[in-house]
């Protein structure tokens, strides 16, 4: 990856602008959110977009100054993706994936820039999409998706796709939401479910770190993959 200079990376004053965020189109964006949860809950995984310090917490791990290609799962009302834009390089480019049709419309609308590509798509076809605009490696992914909720098979070709889709050195950051981590009983089946994400993540790469963000709703944690 080569390295250019930080005047070249910072965005033009115009491109800032149009990631501010007006009072509205916050509103709007929690609203479209929250009636989006309510419809389906499992693959939201929350009520409320992603607070700034998940946000940063997600980010701080990616060098910006040297990735081009990112690419962001589960871009939802675009909480994290405002935040990928306002950091990228000026010829990098987010590959923004949302398998719910009004959460993409919802990125199309609101972000006129080039360097985003938002698909409505599902994880589970990451590599396949990928490959169809002609991208064989990534330097950085940004996962927001719910694997707690997901079956174990689903989970692990997602995450097994991400992975192979890196760049050796590559990162992935993940979350995981505090209430998910302590586990839920599972009446249907009888048994209470706890899934472990970070050891699952641990099973694939070569580093995996936490951090708490206790100031988001929910508090969650953060993981930093590295393959
Ligand atoms: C917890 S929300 C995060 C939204 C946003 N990134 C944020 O931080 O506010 C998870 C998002 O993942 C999306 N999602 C769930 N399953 C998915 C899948 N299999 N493929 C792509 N997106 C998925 C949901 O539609 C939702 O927008």
Redesign the pocket.
């Known amino acids: 990856m080569t390295m250019v200079p930080l005047r070249k990376r910072m965005p033009s004053g115009r491109a800032r602008a149009a990631h501010r965020r007006a009072p509205s189109e916050s509103l709007s964006e929690y609203g479209l959110?929250f009636q989006?949860s309510l419809k389906?809950l499992r693959?939201?995984?929350?009520l409320?977009?992603?607070s700034r310090f998940?946000?940063a917490a997600l980010l701080e791990p990616v060098d910006f100054h040297s990735a081009r290609i990112l690419v962001?799962?589960?871009?939802?009302?675009?909480?994290?993706?405002r935040e990928i834009l306002r950091r990228l390089a000026p010829d990098g480019r987010l590959y923004a994936?949302?398998?719910?049709g009004s959460?993409i419309r919802h990125l199309r609308r609101s972000y006129r820039d080039p360097r985003l590509l938002p698909l409505r798509?599902?994880?589970?076809d990451l590599q396949a999409l990928l490959s169809r605009h002609g991208v064989r490696h990534v330097h950085a992914i940004i996962s927001?998706?719910?694997l707690t909720g997901?079956h174990p098979e689903?989970r692990t070709r997602?995450v097994g796709q991400a992975w192979a889709c890196l760049v050796p050195g590559g990162v992935m950051t993940q979350y995981q939401y505090v209430h998910a981590i302590a586990g839920y009983p599972q009446l249907s089946k009888l048994r209470f479910h706890r899934f472990r994400e970070g050891q699952f993540l641990r099973g694939l790469f070569r580093e995996v770190g936490a951090q708490p963000v206790f100031l988001n709703l929910p508090p969650a944690l953060v993981f930093t993959c590295r393959k």
């Not at 962001?72 to 993706?81: H, Y």
């Open positions: 959110f989006q389906s693959s939201t995984a929350s409320f977009p992603s998940l946000t962001e799962l589960g871009s939802g009302t675009g909480a994290v993706t994936l949302d398998i719910n959460f798509a599902n994880a589970e927001s998706l719910g997901m689903q997602i």
